[in-house]
């Protein structure tokens, strides 16, 4: 095996289940090839002798059990082994989420949790996730997780586990460092946070009032109770920016790319700017970089 599959994680005996194919190659701890991937665990007595040899799997057996940030084909960098995978991520985060299997469980859980810190090549602390009445963190130091991280342009995911619980000041994780991590650029282009109240105008409907979270030079997010339309569909987004201490109004197409829902009950639409015909203007574009420069240095309330 290469440098990079000698490091070798043992498999937690949730992951292997009976009648299912194993979804990467299992090792010994020396590394001699137990079973290969795909094969099927045919019925419980074949499940005690695999784990009766203490399996372990490599890094990147997990992005063959379908984890991976994309294709293997889409060459995503790996990052790590010879220094801080996180090195430039500091602490500014904009969610982070935990992929978790437990006893009973066919399929892994997704739980988003809130982000508290790091601190550097030991640990990441985020939030502990209510699982049930019945589980409780405190018992389950050392389980495995799959984390994605989103911060910036980038997409990270990697393998971890669990290295202790805390209940105070708030229920908390501290996740063991990975020593490498999968990271992808998910954004054409960086975008900083923003708090500008808009305006949407969509065919048919009234004017509705909508809050900008956050802005690039290619488009923005908008929070609203209302619906404003379809995915696809061709809206106009007007708002009032400062520039040098003047306002600037500008009045933008754009087209509907994505919408969730979060919590409340709030909508969150992505927009792109620009029509399905043509992009913006010249004079909109240079507008739309100059508040984003200001934007970057400028870590206050922007209005």
Same mark, same amino acid.
């Given at each position: 095996m290469s440098d990079k599959q000698q490091v070798l994680i043992p498999v937690a005996d949730f992951e292997l289940t009976v009648?299912?194919?194993?979804p990467y190659n299992l090792f010994t701890r020396g590394g001699i090839l137990v079973l290969a991937a795909g094969s099927v665990v045919a019925d419980d007595d074949m499940l005690s002798r695999l784990l009766s040899t203490r399996p372990f799997r490599t890094a990147e057996g997990i992005a063959r059990a379908g984890m991976a940030l994309v294709d293997e084909s889409d060459k995503e960098l790996l990052i790590g082994e010879s220094r801080d995978p996180f090195r430039e991520?500091?602490?500014?985060?904009? @969610?982070?989420?935990?992929?978790?299997? +437990? #006893?009973?469980?066919? %399929?892994?859980?997704?739980?988003?949790?809130?982000?508290f810190g790091l601190m550097p090549m030991q640990a990441l602390i985020v939030g502990a996730p209510f699982i049930s009445r019945n589980f409780f963190w405190r018992d389950h130091e050392g389980l495995p997780l799959f984390v994605k991280l989103r911060s910036g342009r980038y997409l990270y995911a990697f393998e971890t586990s669990v290295t202790r619980y805390g209940a105070a000041p708030t229920a908390y994780l501290m996740l063991g460092y990975p020593k490498v991590a999968q990271r992808k650029a998910y954004r054409? @282009?960086?975008?900083?946070?923003?708090? +500008? #109240?808009?305006?949407? %105008?969509?065919?048919?409907?009234?004017?509705?009032?909508?809050?900008?979270?956050?802005?690039?030079?290619?488009?923005?997010?908008?929070?609203?109770?209302?619906?404003i339309g379809e995915i696809g569909s061709q809206v106009t987004l007007t708002f009032r920016m400062r520039l040098d201490n003047?306002?600037?109004?500008?009045?933008?197409?754009?087209?509907?790319?994505?919408?969730?829902?979060?919590?409340?009950?709030?909508?969150?639409?992505?927009?792109?700017?620009?029509?399905?015909?043509?992009?913006?203007?010249?004079?909109?574009?240079?507008?739309?970089?100059a508040y984003l420069y200001d934007g970057l240095i400028d870590t206050g309330t922007r209005q």
């Open positions: 009648g299912k194919p194993v991520l500091g602490h500014s985060v904009e @969610s982070i989420e935990l992929f978790l299997r +437990l #006893p009973g469980d066919d %399929d892994t859980r997704p739980y988003s949790v809130p982000f054409s @282009s960086l975008r900083v946070s923003a708090a +500008l #109240p808009a305006v949407i %105008d969509a065919a048919g409907k009234e004017k509705l009032k909508v809050a900008i979270s956050d802005m690039s030079d290619k488009g923005c997010a908008v929070d609203t109770q209302f619906v003047e306002a600037y109004m500008l009045s933008l197409p754009c087209i509907i790319r994505n919408q969730q829902t979060r919590k409340g009950g709030l909508l969150h639409y992505g927009l792109s700017f620009g029509d399905t015909h043509q992009h913006l203007p010249w004079h909109q574009r240079m507008a739309l970089k």
